[in-house]
């Protein structure tokens, strides 16, 4: 192949076969060839000039050298130097977890390799196990067959998702744009699996992984401190929160991968297995025939030679024989003579994984009802998590800078004025959707992740009244809409359900040229807004389509008429979390220029109606609330503006550190703010203060929530529960938790409409994860 003569195959995968060949020297190389049937595509061969081009720029330690390559040749194929080693896949498939001491070092040099990759303005996207080779001097990052450069340019294929879902990030698995910050977070998969032998996500199928990745909590048992802190900070869903590679790097090694000492780095079974392979090669050599498990494996992993179950020492040099007279024996002399001899310190492969993931058994919900084509729709990212920095002066101090340090201010910061009340009762739910309930005729009804809708009487909610299932895994609530709750089904189907009895009343599907991925709200009571994609493919002088090409769309969509009308937004809106507040003629949100913006929403619409401009200090964007004719909303100031006209009524300046959320009952305003942690409540009418409470460390992402006179905030780790706080006072009341840590999956918190101080007796209903709680209402 090219001027290489081929000696034995390494691998095979689903879009290739690598093979160890020789260069005219005797240097030994690693040959990755492209399947005949795929070489015949236009398409992939686009892709693979594009991995051969992005392979050629990285260089470094802990990444693979390209040394040759013809994409354009009958056989598309790309040559880089061996590396003598197993996969990580391999490595803990066959030996176990690796130690700790390992899993730092492995780390470290990923995040160096990482660094080469991403300066040159590039973004791995796969990076997974079976794309890190296990040498004796380091590991090695290979395989940029979906890499991308950070320019925004991609390759379109229709109806593909590249990459593989137990290690990918959550902004690739919901087709948001990635940058290097997701090679972060499929870093921290990687070193959880090193380290405990499974990945941190799992499903019992590609949705439900999928969903697992965007929403789910990271599987952590068995980490040891302080990979557990390192790691849990990688997996930040939020891309701003995680650490960058370099300080991974200092965090895993603080005084940099280059100074570790990499002799001895693997435990001794997977040492032993580089050395057999090295005897192996060291055979070829000498005309002998290593066993075939050394050589080759089959395409579920097609790793590295001699990673499969009984792989041995090869004829003639195994382990044991080798001696050098030095007192070097073993696998690390072999390794030592071959690079010697050979001058081979990398080595490339294309490995696949498999496309199925093992199924894990999940208590089935309750079924009454069915949509008719039941199917995870893509869910939305949601940002849930904050993180601070990596220190890099040693490995104590990294990881403490890693943290949040302790609050000196914790001893003056009020605890709650007595305990909490005891749940009126508890409901066991299947896993929930991060998203508030929806109440009607005493009735509350919230989303599971598998996709259904539960219906829990607010007097006794212990058994549901009804359950439906087939609706999308939107982390948004159902809207009630004309006497029906309303949610998105799949594709580009919306479903309405009979409040009462839980039977479907109708299901309307949009067509092909749509993918609804987010019900944002209601505008009247047969109108909804929805965002999601517009597919669009683009017509061949042949009259043949190309690939289809998406792009992100919010619409205003008529339940009635069954029209789908595109609210146009700008460009620098385009990818954005939209949390809009909807009127039945504006659509009202803070832009990408954090610009508080109103846009018509008739049919044609989408022009600007008016916008003002927000000070800011923050790169999140919060939800603008409405009360009566006012729209507020926050950022580092409180802004009132005036629903017709967008002229501002009143400001209130944040100095310290701005505010986080907002919501508004009877006449006041209620604000988190960011520093100190606290709650502040002004004047509805002036924007006059009230009063501010400072609080324990609050979960800034998640909305403060209003009912019966009492405002309610999450805490900062969701163990910690919640606070109640007493809307004309400021007094902290108490506060709620029942112990359990569900790492991302947060509380969500809601009340009944219209419940006034002294009205109603409508409960609390508190989510988390799994379970239901409905607490009493504070009494005023």
């Not at 390209?66 to 061996?82: E, I, N, S």
């Not at 590991?139 to 990918?168: H, K």
């Not at 507040?581 to 832009?591: A, K, P």
């Amino acid at each position: 192949m090219g001027p290489y003569r081929l000696v034995a195959r390494l691998g095979s995968g689903g879009m290739g076969e690598v093979f160890l060949a020789r260069d005219d020297q005797g240097q030994a190389v690693a040959v990755k060839a492209i399947r005949p049937e795929l070489a015949a595509s236009k398409v992939f061969r686009i892709r693979f000039r594009r991995e051969v081009e992005a392979a050629a720029a990285v260089s470094g330690r802990y990444t693979a050298t390209v040394l040759d390559a013809d994409p354009d040749g009958p056989v598309p194929w790309l040559a880089t130097t061996h590396i003598l080693g197993p996969t990580l896949a391999d490595a803990v498939e066959q030996y176990g977890p690796l130690p700790p001491k390992s899993v730092l070092a492995l780390g470290a040099g990923i995040a160096e390799a990482l660094i080469a990759v991403h300066s040159a303005g590039l973004v791995h996207r796969d990076l997974k196990p079976s794309n890190v080779l296990l040498s004796a001097e380091g590991p090695r990052v290979i395989d940029f067959g979906i890499v991308r450069a950070t320019d925004g340019y991609e390759l379109t294929l229709s109806g593909v998702l590249l990459g593989s879902p137990r290690y990918m990030c959550p902004e690739h698995a919901t087709g948001d744009p990635m940058g290097p910050e997701g090679d972060v977070f499929c870093l921290g998969s990687v070193l959880a699996f090193a380290a405990t032998g499974n990945a941190p996500f799992d499903g019992s199928s590609a949705a439900t992984l999928l969903y697992q990745v965007v929403h789910g909590t990271p599987d952590l048992t068995g980490v040891p401190d302080p990979l557990d802190r390192i790691i849990g900070l990688c997996l930040d869903k939020s891309p701003t929160a995680r650490p960058t590679p370099d300080r991974v790097s200092a965090a895993c090694a603080p005084g940099g991968a280059d100074t570790l000492d990499w002799d001895g780095w693997l435990p001794e079974a997977v040492a032993s297995s580089v050395g057999r392979r090295a005897a192996a090669l060291m055979d070829l050599d000498l005309g002998l025939a290593p066993s075939a498990d050394v050589m080759e494996r089959e395409p579920a992993h097609a790793a590295t030679a001699g990673s499969g179950p009984g792989a041995g020492p090869a004829p003639g040099l195994g382990p044991a024989a080798a001696s050098s007279g030095d007192g070097r024996t073993g696998p690390r002399l072999a390794v030592d003579r071959f690079l010697t001899e050979r001058q081979s310190p990398h080595r490339v492969v294309f490995p696949e994984e498999p496309t199925t993931v093992p199924r894990r058994e999940q208590p089935p919900a309750p079924v009454t009802h069915r949509a008719r084509r039941p199917r995870a729709s893509r869910p939305s990212r949601r940002t849930v998590l904050t993180a601070g920095v990596l220190g890099t002066a040693a490995l104590g101090s990294g990881i403490a800078a890693l943290l949040d340090g302790p609050d000196d201010r914790a001893s003056a910061v009020p605890q709650p004025a007595g305990p909490a009340p005891e749940p009126l009762w508890t409901y066991q739910s299947d896993p929930l959707v991060e998203a508030p309930a929806l109440f009607h005729n005493g009735t509350a009804v919230l989303k599971t992740q598998s996709g259904t809708l539960v219906c829990l009487g607010l007097d006794d909610g212990t058994r549901p009244r009804w359950t439906y299932q087939g609706i999308s895994q939107s982390p948004t609530p159902a809207l009630l809409v004309s006497d029906e709750v309303v949610a998105l089904g799949t594709g580009a189907t919306v479903l309405g359900v009979d409040p009462d009895t839980g039977a479907e009343r109708f299901s309307l599907d949009f067509g092909a040229d749509f993918r609804f991925d987010t019900l944002l709200g209601r505008f009247d009571e047969r109108r909804v807004s929805i965002s999601g994609l517009r597919f669009n493919r683009e017509a061949r002088p042949d009259g043949s389509r190309g690939p289809a090409t998406s792009t992100n769309v919010v619409l205003s969509t008529d339940l009635r008429a069954r029209r789908a009308d595109v609210i146009p937004i700008s460009e620098e809106d385009i990818g954005l979390e939209l949390r809009p507040v909807l009127e039945s003629r504006r659509f009202i949100y803070l832009d990408g220029l954090h610009r508080l913006t109103a846009r018509g929403t008739g049919s044609g619409g989408g022009e600007v109606l008016w916008r003002q401009q927000m000070n800011s200090d923050s790169d999140t964007r919060t939800a603008p609330v409405l009360l009566g004719g006012t729209v507020l909303a926050v950022d580092s100031e409180l802004l009132a503006v005036d629903l017709e006209s967008g002229s501002p009524r009143w400001r209130a300046r944040e100095k310290r550190g701005g505010f986080a959320s907002v919501a508004a009952a009877a006449g006041t305003v209620y604000c988190t703010t960011r520093s100190p942690h606290g709650v502040a409540a002004f004047d509805a009418a002036d924007g006059s203060a009230r009063w501010f409470r400072e609080t324990p460390p609050l979960d800034l992402d998640n909305s403060l929530v209003t009912g019966g006179g009492t405002v309610f905030v999450t805490a900062a780790h969701n163990k910690d529960g919640f606070y109640a706080i007493d809307g004309r006072t400021g007094d902290l009341l108490w506060n709620f938790t029942d112990g359990r840590n569900t790492g991302i999956n947060d509380w969500q918190l809601s009340c009944a409409e219209g419940t006034e101080p002294g009205a109603g007796t409508a409960p609390l209903i508190a989510q988390h994860f799994d379970k239901v709680y409905a607490l009493p209402m504070p009494q005023s």
